[in-house]
């Protein structure tokens, strides 16, 4: 079959099945070769390996992901987009396409069923409106993981690779970091999908750790201490964990743990690395 990343063949196919652009799925298709040759590249698929594709939409990255490695499962939300799948991945029998929302999939079970348990790549272009809780869940829920390839929206990607002392350093970054080695691999025009969205996107590879980039007694407090330190950008480091009911450690433990790490308590935020929000997690947490 001739290949969707053709514009003429998405718009044949849509128009065949009449499917009606849900804006509140995020539907955005691509239809640039180019784009698509770069997300494959970017995500070193092989035919060693498992893949599972968010949001498949019509099929488009899907046929790619099919060629390139061994085995492909896809997750879509919308139904009217089932009949389409069928057609266009007709041609491949290592796709199997589950219809259900991705936030309530169980990856790490399907992972165990599909791939033993071993290390999967997860390849997708987002709908943009549930990007975070997607890859945050795929992180927390303990899913084995090799890498995330996936176009998201450019400012969120910056965010993701963004280090300390920058404007787009935040509590994202530092989540995103804890787990894995972020690398943007290209910026992508609006006019690379139907409909053209309002945003520039760009495809960003998360290379999950083995093990996380630090050591931390308590991982839920240094995510609450991180949360408190960005919260209130223009205050100073001690003020932010000061104010903040997550943080439930008084001014002067506040204080000692701030001076623990060498730095002064009028440091801000964003000036700290992830191994120094460590420490400092720990400064609070062993007293
Ligand atoms: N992969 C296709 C492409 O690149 O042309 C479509 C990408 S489109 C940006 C996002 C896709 O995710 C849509 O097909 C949309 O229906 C699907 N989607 C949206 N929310 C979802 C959810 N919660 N679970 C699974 N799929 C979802």
New binding site residues.
């Given amino acids: 079959m001739e290949k969707?990343s053709n514009p003429q063949k998405t718009i044949e196919i849509i128009q065949k099945y009449e499917f009606a652009f849900?804006k509140k799925?995020?539907?955005?298709?691509?239809?640039d070769s180019h784009v698509?040759e770069k997300i494959i590249k970017a995500a070193d698929i092989t035919k060693e390996d498992f893949v599972v594709?968010?949001?498949?939409?019509?099929?488009?990255?899907?046929q790619y992901l099919a060629e390139a490695a061994g085995e492909v499962t896809a997750?879509?939300?919308?139904k009217a987009?089932l009949p389409i799948l069928k057609d266009t991945l007709s041609g491949y029998d290592n796709v199997t396409v589950i219809n259900?929302?991705?936030?309530k999939?169980d990856l790490a079970a399907l992972a165990e069923e599909k791939n033993g348990g071993r290390p999967i790549k997860v390849v997708?272009?987002?709908?943009?409106?549930?990007t975070t809780p997607?890859i945050m869940g795929l992180f927390e829920k303990h899913v084995p993981l090799d890498s995330i390839t996936v176009?998201v929206q450019k400012e969120v990607a910056a965010r993701m690779q963004a280090g300390p002392g920058t404007k787009d350093y935040g509590a994202l970054s530092l989540a995103v970091q804890y787990y894995a080695e972020p690398y943007i691999a290209a910026n992508v025009p609006p006019n690379c999908?139907i409909p053209r969205p309002n945003v520039g996107s760009a495809v960003i590879r998360l290379t999950k750790y083995d093990a996380p980039r630090v050591q931390v007694d308590d991982e839920a407090m240094m995510f609450s201490v991180i949360r408190a330190s960005f919260n209130q950008r223009r205050k100073t480091l001690q003020n932010g964990l000061n104010n903040s009911p997550e943080v439930p450690y008084t001014k002067e433990q506040i204080v000692a743990a701030i001076e623990k790490l060498g730095t002064s308590p009028s440091v801000r935020g964003e000036a700290l690395t992830l191994e120094q929000f460590a420490a400092l997690t720990n400064n609070l947490t062993r007293g």
């Avoid at 594709?53 to 899907?62: F, S």
């Avoid at 997750?75 to 919308?78: L, S, T, V, Y």
């Avoid at 259900?100 to 936030?103: A, G, P, T």
Wanted: hydrophobic residues 55%; proline residues 5%; charged residues 10%.
């Fill in positions: 969707l849900q799925f995020g539907q955005n298709f691509l239809i698509l594709e968010i949001g498949p939409g019509i099929g488009t990255l899907t997750i879509e939300i919308d987009l259900v929302d991705v936030l999939a997708a272009n987002l709908p943009y409106y549930i997607i176009m999908f």
